[in-house]
């Protein structure tokens, strides 16, 4: 006790004189020792915090900060920057049809990657919930994808998928020459492609999630609806897949964040330079484009800027208006309705 | 209490932020004294092989001619130069001397300050056996920037055999020519043109070569200052290169195709026999041999300059071709810098250096001692050449270079017009 009183009249000494006269009251000891621990609460909670506190400032918000300062101006990175152009690039950002392209690239792939992995996942949960022969082996079949790193995939589809590569002499040697296509370079299926390579990756994840809701669902709900004499797909309509709704909408969640920063699959396999060409630049693509390797560091952190308020902006839409259900509660809200 | 709590923890913060950020900017500060000893601090992307002992033989010769001067070589990867040496000049710890690729680049370094003026220091050796063409990329304001060490011209590299093979007989030296030869190898069924037009430059290089035969030197220059390209001959260049495009004179799946890395990019396909030709710089050679399967140089490489286009303004036999070099920071101790780059030109260094580059050596002196059949045909087209560009991406800088490589990878990939380049480029500009 007696080091936290210490250090506390040490700090009083220098805050002035007003406090003074409150603490000649009548009750100054026992408030003392209340503030007392009230300091060293805080201290540790400082202490605690602080390191934390300072990474997150120093490597999240200052930063974001540090891009919104630089958005401001035409900067080749040389320097302090000093040419202000105010709104001048985010006006640039949203009058560049690139830019506008690549809108068009990342909301085919948050839809595609809605539309395909979703159902996909969900039947190749339901049936690996099931008690089948080789079960084990087939989830880490379908999980493995998702283990490998992005540069690994990317590269080992790139080199299959090439004019002259595995994909295409396959389908030639199986007599389906006819099939034969030039899977990244046509501008016209490079998309395709793209949104085929993260289904194929980012599946086994959708399929992890679901299962482990699948496990989640009370036993005896199959078994009262089947004591009821419901079908094997009625229970699944009726019961599985309104209870798996929580970890659906959180699975929706990620994969739309996911595909609004994709950035690493396109670079490894379309390059630094022709993605835009083939069709698959994404927001992150052109903010290395159009910034680092064009040298314009200003115009990279406006875009900077841009792809961080509607990534902001889509996830506060999400959170607000489709994960807030979930948050009372979902299997007794369900269960009620 | 609670107000003073939060405020304390807030200068703790800002405290502990600025130790770190200082903590950053806290490098070697490696630039020494004016008297007695000098230590310098030297980069270049020389990491593996001969190179790299080339420039540690070349330092220590340096060390030992002049005893007061240290230097200390850092080799570093090329992709990852330009980023770190960016960091290093805006940190204020710029190395003292350091590999300088000229054009946009070098001008952002130079209206930084970042840079020494080394006119009045050019040694008489550079002075007359480096040519003013080679000096030229160089040159900002009316002041030099950087030392040339080596030249690199471009044209076209091909293999003999696959020319042989496909009947065609000497080198083409018009573009009807070229078209021709490009038909009979693809009746011979083999791929004509390799290009590696992943990395757009490749690709737009065609672009350059028109417009180098279609505009005059003047248009070029002037388009350098003002970056309006508005004369026709930009539009012309256009034209030929889609003419030239709609041939499909290219590789399978060009637009995936890397251009030096593996046997599977543009020079690995000349280096293993899978496609005639390639347009590109006189590095060439070094990589396509490093691709071969034996790994050795290309036996039947051979080599010819760009076609001739009838009709252009562009003086007949000029060619592309860009020059490496090396700079002095603003920080560095000027005697002995400027002293090291001039004796990176003298003819024993220049010597060695096309032996560890196999690349044609910037002091014309010692260009005598380049054997190889091809890189003498290189010679012989550059020193008769009236006007020598630097790449435009280069000239016209990062930003206006690189819309102007995408543009024409999309007019190739047929996504753009040829319209579309002019307009593409003057989006880019707006953004600088």
């Not at chain 2, 020494?116 to 008489?124: A, E, H, R, W």
């Not at chain 2, 496909?166 to 009979?184: F, H, R, V, Y």
């Not at chain 2, 004369?231 to 003419?243: E, I, L, M, R, V």
Request: glycine residues 10%; proline residues 4%.
């Amino acid at each position: 006790m007696t080091t936290s009183v210490a250090p506390r009249s040490e700090a009083r000494s220098g805050t002035g004189r007003n406090q003074g006269g409150a603490d000649g009251s009548p009750s100054a000891p026992a408030r003392r020792a209340r503030k007392g621990t009230d300091v060293r609460t805080r201290v540790e909670i400082a202490v605690l915090a602080g390191p934390a506190t300072i990474m997150f400032v120093g490597f999240v918000i200052l930063p974001v900060a540090l891009a919104a300062y630089y958005g401001f101006y035409k900067w080749q990175g040389y320097g302090t920057p000093t040419d202000f152009v105010g709104l001048q690039n985010y006006a640039i950002i949203f009058t560049d049809p690139d830019f506008r392209g690549v809108l068009l690239h990342n909301a085919f792939i948050v839809i595609g990657s809605l539309l395909v992995q979703g159902p996909i996942a969900i039947v190749l949960a339901l049936l690996l919930n099931q008690r089948i022969r080789g079960r084990g082996l087939i989830r880490v079949l379908i999980f493995l994808p998702y283990v490998i790193s992005e540069v690994i995939v990317g590269t080992g589809w790139s080199l299959m998928l090439q004019s002259s590569g595995a994909v295409n002499d396959l389908l030639q040697a199986v007599g389906l020459g006819a099939l034969r296509a030039d899977w990244l370079s046509n501008p016209d299926i490079a998309i395709w492609t793209l949104l085929a390579i993260i289904s194929w990756k980012y599946i086994g994840f959708a399929v992890i999630l679901f299962l482990a809701g699948l496990q989640s669902i009370p036993e005896e709900l199959f078994e009262a609806a089947q004591l009821d004499g419901a079908s094997y797909w009625q229970i699944q309509r009726r019961i599985t897949l309104p209870l798996l709704g929580p970890t659906v909408r959180i699975w929706a969640f990620l994969s739309i964040i996911g595909s609004l920063q994709l950035f690493d699959l396109v670079y490894i396999i379309w390059g630094q330079y022709i993605a835009a060409t083939a069709g698959t630049s994404t927001m992150a693509t052109y903010m290395v484009a159009n910034g680092r390797m064009s040298g314009n560091y200003g115009y990279g952190n406006a875009v900077a800027v841009v792809i961080f308020l509607i990534s902001l902006a889509v996830a506060l839409v999400y959170q607000r208006f489709v994960l807030r259900r979930d948050t009372a509660g979902a299997l007794t809200d369900k269960a009620d309705r | 209490m609670t107000r003073k709590i939060r405020a304390a923890a807030a200068i703790a913060l800002i405290g502990v932020t600025t130790l770190v950020a200082a903590g950053c900017s806290a490098g070697s500060d490696a630039a020494g004294g004016d008297g007695g000893k000098v230590s310098m601090t030297f980069w270049h992307n020389s990491t593996t092989g001969p190179g790299k002992a080339f420039w540690a033989k070349t330092v220590k010769d340096f060390e030992a001619k002049n005893p007061n001067v240290t230097i200390k070589i850092q080799a570093i990867q090329n992709e990852d130069l330009d980023g770190k040496l960016q960091t290093a000049l805006n940190s204020g710890s710029a190395p003292d001397v350091f590999l300088q690729r000229g054009g946009g680049k070098m001008a952002a370094m130079v209206n930084a300050g970042q840079l020494m003026d080394i006119s009045g220091s050019i040694g008489k050796t550079a002075k007359s056996e480096i040519s003013d063409a080679a000096f030229g990329g160089y040159e900002q304001d009316g002041k030099t920037w950087a030392m040339p060490v080596d030249v690199n011209p471009e044209g076209i590299w091909y293999s003999q055999d696959l020319f042989e093979q496909a009947g065609i007989e000497g080198t083409p030296t018009t573009m009807d020519e070229l078209n021709a030869d490009i038909q009979k190898l693809k009746d011979a069924g083999i791929q004509p043109v390799a290009v590696g037009a992943k990395d757009a430059w490749p690709a737009a290089h065609w672009y350059y070569n028109f417009a180098l035969r279609a505009c005059s030197e003047s248009t070029l220059t002037k388009t350098a200052k003002d970056l309006k390209f508005t004369n026709s001959c930009w539009t012309q260049a256009g034209k030929d290169t889609k003419a030239f495009f709609d041939t499909k004179p290219f590789n399978d799946g060009y637009l995936t195709t890397a251009s030096q890395q593996g046997a599977g990019s543009s020079a690995g396909l000349v280096a293993n026999h899978k496609a005639a030709m390639e347009l590109m710089g006189a590095w060439d050679p070094g990589v396509i041999s490093s691709l071969t399967p034996d790994g050795k140089p290309l036996a039947d490489l051979g080599f010819f300059p760009f076609p001739e286009v009838s009709g252009g303004k562009g003086a007949p036999g000029s060619m592309m071709g860009a020059v490496d070099g090396f700079s002095c920071s603003a920080k560095a101790p000027k005697q002995a810098c400027t002293d090291f780059l001039n004796y990176m030109t003298e003819k024993p260094v220049q010597e060695a250096y096309y032996k560890a580059f196999n690349a044609i050596p910037a002091n014309q002196s010692a260009q005598s001692v380049v054997t190889e059949p091809y890189l003498k045909t290189v010679l012989e087209a550059y020193n008769k050449a009236p006007f020598v560009s630097n790449y435009l991406d280069t000239v016209y800088g990062q930003n206006v270079g690189n819309a102007l490589n995408t543009s024409v990878v999309n007019l190739l990939a047929g996504k753009g017009s040829v319209d579309d380049i002019v307009k593409t480029i003057n989006q880019a500009a707006a953004k600088g």
